[in-house]
């Protein structure tokens, strides 16, 4: 079964600087996304940036970028420039492309993200 | 309205109430998706419809009952809830099961 571990509960980064989250994921299947989701305290999931397996360049979308480590499994999303609206709560998913299943996000438990002014 | 909206946002419910949930996307989209959101835990995918079929339930308890009378609407009727099933309550939609999933703001669940 696919799993998708966030290993940092929470993290903290000063306004304007850069922070990298941390997302691994298990899966015996080539073909899949990745995703980084965003959910503020206004409770809305809001899409950041997303990574089709099969595509060796990293995705980036404007002050989001990701590391896309696809034999170590890894997936992390690196902040930069941050800003007060970033603080949110940052999941990490994962979904199979092909299969009954294919539109199953799995989701990581989530990591909290606070920016210091 | 745009995106995908739900309603009620909050809801206080007793163990033997009857109450629905109800998510409206205006996004054309074919597939919609009910995740249940507890704290610590990981979010949990329920049920998913595509065309207005449902081709996924996630072992969920029958006191939970969806119903999808077309792909612009999906329902969560609730009855004889658990404490437990306390959460936040969070619909999607996507133009289809294999593309990227868009959320509501969710309804914020307590069942006294």
């Known amino acids: 079964a696919q799993t998708v571990t966030q290993s940092q509960p929470e993290m903290s980064v000063q306004e304007a600087e850069t922070v990298t989250l941390s997302c691994t994921y298990d899966?015996?299947?080539?073909?899949?996304?990745l995703f980084w989701y965003k959910q503020p305290p206004s409770r809305q999931m809001i899409l950041v940036i997303r990574?089709?397996?099969?595509?060796?360049q990293n995705a980036t979308e404007n002050r989001f970028s990701v590391n896309f480590q696809k034999a170590a499994k890894s997936f992390s999303l690196k902040i930069s420039d941050s800003q007060l609206g970033d603080a949110a709560m940052y999941f990490c998913?994962?979904?199979?492309?092909?299969?009954?299943?294919?539109?199953?996000?799995?989701f990581g438990k989530g990591t909290k993200l606070s920016v210091k002014p | 309205e745009t995106g995908v909206t739900q309603t009620p946002r909050h809801l206080v419910m007793g163990m033997t109430n009857k109450k629905s949930l109800k998510c409206e996307q205006h996004?054309?989209?074919?597939?919609m998706y009910w995740y249940k959101q507890s704290a610590k835990k990981p979010l949990e995918l329920m049920f998913v419809?595509?065309?207005?079929?449902?081709?996924e339930n996630n072992s969920v308890p029958s006191r939970f009952s969806p119903e999808c009378p077309n792909s612009s609407h999906l329902f969560l009727h609730l009855h004889t809830l658990q404490p437990e099933d306390s959460a936040l309550y969070l619909c999607?939609?996507?133009?289809?099961?294999?593309?990227?999933?868009?959320f509501g703001p969710g309804t914020r669940l307590l069942v006294l």
């Open positions: 999607a939609s996507s133009q289809a099961t294999q593309e990227t999933q868009y």
């Open positions: 899966t015996s299947e080539s073909d899949y996304y």
């Open positions: 990574q089709e397996a099969y595509k060796q």
């Open positions: 998913a994962y979904r199979a492309n092909y299969g009954g299943s294919q539109g199953n996000l799995i």
């Open positions: 996004l054309g989209h074919n597939a």
């Open positions: 419809y595509n065309f207005k079929e449902q081709t």
